[in-house]
């Protein structure tokens, strides 16, 4: 498949372009590859390296991702190209978010070949997950105005290291959000993601001004951002800026790529700051990584009864009527 020009970037002097995706601001000679590795200056435009190039397609409940209150029960079709923005020393995908395009198998897909695979496969929902979906930005835009017209919806599973115009852009087709909060210091996203963390909470409060459905995920990972104070510090930012109907998962670290040395998540940590939420007002808050049914279940904020149960990623009970609780309490979420 033919490589696409990229949107957002500028033309500078001598053939030498600079990437405005986003906040890394990549300047790129001639023949270079932006951090990202999806993005490379060919004879002086910035050109996507892996549109129309899935590595990784799959159909998994929208409940794996982890999006709780979005159309519960349905399949999401899920798919990925190789790249990442960051370099998060945990990494669960690291063979493919780490990899350049021709270092692992990929297949040949057009944004309307994504929408009628995820239309043949009855699902109702195509997630942009698994590497980092702002780096396919080109691609998933493209596929995601198709799939809006087949009454499909969207959303990306992201680290949030995006630019305030391609976001404005992306939210026009994007439905819902999972993302991935790992810390609020700063200190954690320059040296375990080589990164930055005022972008992501400017995404966020972004996405939710835009009216994207948002949900929270926070790794907590041992002796680097699962302290008291850590914690605590990352729940009062959600509930100042996002408010506390934003379903929170607090999700189990397990030792792998470069922090392998590393113990894995207490159930006691989790349930902890699962606690901590409820504590702060939080109306859903759930654990995530481990098996836990409290966890796992949506509660009705009012009368306290189980609205929805889990197990893993498969729902056991509903008891939704038309987004609320059979007491009559609104829940918050995207239903339908």
């Known amino acids: 498949m033919q490589e696409k020009e990229a949107m957002f970037y500028r033309k500078l002097d001598k053939g030498v372009v600079q990437c405005q995706l986003c906040p890394h601001f990549c300047v790129l000679k001639l023949g270079e590859y932006g951090k990202c590795k999806a993005r490379q200056n060919q004879n002086g435009k910035l050109v996507s390296v892996v549109y129309g190039k899935p590595c990784s397609i799959a159909i998994d409940p929208i409940e794996k991702k982890p ?57 109702k929902i195509i997630a942009y997950t698994y590497t980092e979906p702002t780096i396919f930005y080109e691609y998933m835009l493209d596929i995601a105005k198709i799939a809006k017209k087949e009454n499909i919806k969207n959303i990306i599973v ?8 391609p976001l404005k852009e992306l939210c026009k087709y994007i439905d819902g959000a999972n993302i991935d909060l790992k810390s609020l210091s700063p200190e954690f996203y320059e040296e375990i993601c080589h990164a930055r963390l005022a972008p992501i909470l400017e995404t966020l409060k972004l996405l939710k001004q835009q009216g994207v459905w948002v949900e929270v995920t926070n790794l907590l990972i041992p002796t680097l951002n699962d ?24 999700t189990a670290f397990y030792p792998y790529y470069k922090l392998n ?17 409820l504590d702060h007002g939080f109306h859903y808050v759930y654990t995530g990584n481990i098996p836990d049914e409290e966890g796992s279940t949506t509660y009705c904020p009012r009368c306290g009864k189980p609205i929805i149960k889990r197990i893993g990623f498969e729902i056991i009970e509903n008891n939704l009527i038309e987004g609320r609780c059979p007491c009559g309490e609104e829940i918050a979420g995207m239903w339908s």
């Not at 979005?70 to 493919?96: R, V, Y």
């Not at 992201?158 to 115009?165: A, L, P, R, V």
Request: with cysteine; hydrophobic share 40%.
């Open 67 to 123: 999006l709780y209150h979005f159309l519960p029960g349905e399949a999401a079709f899920s798919i990925a190209t190789t790249g990442c923005n960051l370099a998060c020393k945990h990494c669960q995908n690291a063979e493919i978010s780490q990899a350049y395009v021709d270092d692992v198998p990929h297949m040949n897909m057009t944004p309307e070949q994504v929408v009628l695979d995820a239309k043949l496969n009855n699902a």
């Open 158 to 165: 992201s680290n949030g290291f995006i630019n305030k115009e």
């Open 261 to 277: 040395h590393l113990p894995p998540t207490s159930i006691a940590t989790l349930k902890k700051a699962r606690k901590m939420a």
């Open 227 to 250: 302290s008291d104070e850590q914690i605590s510090k990352l729940i009062e930012w959600v509930k100042e800026n996002l408010g506390h109907d934003v379903p929170l998962h607090f």
